[in-house]
């Protein structure tokens, strides 16, 4: 089962411009993080934000975390054309750590910025 | 380089076969994983092993099978059960301790 979905599937932007995308998941979580994924290549991990964190910053990124919303959100200041990439969020759920930590994933929004 | 290798990056399979993705792991690290990702899809978690000789299924494992004999190995088998077996899979570990997932580049699967 996928835990998160991210909103929109798909974005353009022109570089220069903020990007923002979205997630909500459905169960209480421990931490949700954001991946990066190049076209046909393995994910990155860019940010994490814990449940009792409502805001988080890493250079050009900012996260934002609703817990009553079960939402998160991802903002990419002045995007450049290498941003251009698949981002997942993913969900590790509460009371799953240890042995039974693994983490959800969303389907993704697919970043396009344009030169 | 530390990393987590996966092989081969290409491979076909006839259907009736089964084929066997490595992953190899140099981080030191406890815990592995394997991801199905489809075309425009996010990913599904197939099997997860936390410790040596142990793994457990996850949300898609029919089809699959899995080993853990080493640390740093997670070998996946893609049995001739596994009905629509065409897809990029990935490999994962990390430290028990940790949160953050580290991924291979992955490897792409087509039966034909």
């Known amino acids: 089962s996928q835990q998160g979905e991210e909103d929109p599937q798909a974005l353009s932007i022109q570089e220069g411009e903020n990007a923002t995308m979205n997630c909500s998941y459905k169960?209480?979580?421990?931490?949700l993080q954001w991946y990066r994924q190049n076209s046909g290549r393995g994910l990155v991990h860019l940010i994490l934000i814990r449940s009792n964190e409502r805001e988080k910053h890493s250079g050009r990124l900012r996260v934002t975390l609703d817990t009553s919303k079960k939402s998160s959100s991802l903002l990419i200041t002045a995007s450049r054309a290498a941003d251009t990439a698949s981002y997942f969020c993913a969900t590790d759920a509460k009371g799953g750590g240890g042995s039974n930590y693994k983490l959800t994933f969303g389907k993704g929004t697919l970043l396009t910025v344009n030169p | 380089d530390g990393g987590i290798t996966q092989s081969p990056k290409y491979l076909f399979r006839k259907e009736g076969q089964n084929v066997t993705l490595s992953c190899e792991q140099n981080?030191?690290?406890?815990?592995m994983y394997w991801y199905r990702q489809d075309p425009g899809q996010g990913l599904r978690l197939i099997y997860y092993?936390?410790?040596?000789?142990?793994?457990q299924k996850g949300d898609i494992a029919e089809g699959y099978s899995v080993s853990r004999e080493k640390k740093e190995s997670f070998p996946l088998t893609v049995t001739s059960a596994q009905k629509n077996p065409t897809a990029f899979y990935l490999c994962a570990s990390k430290w028990l301790s940790g949160n953050t997932i580290y991924f291979g580049e992955g490897s792409w699967l087509t039966v034909v």
């Open positions: 981080l030191n690290h406890d815990a």
């Open positions: 092993s936390q410790i040596v000789n142990d793994f």
């Open positions: 169960t209480s979580i421990n931490n």
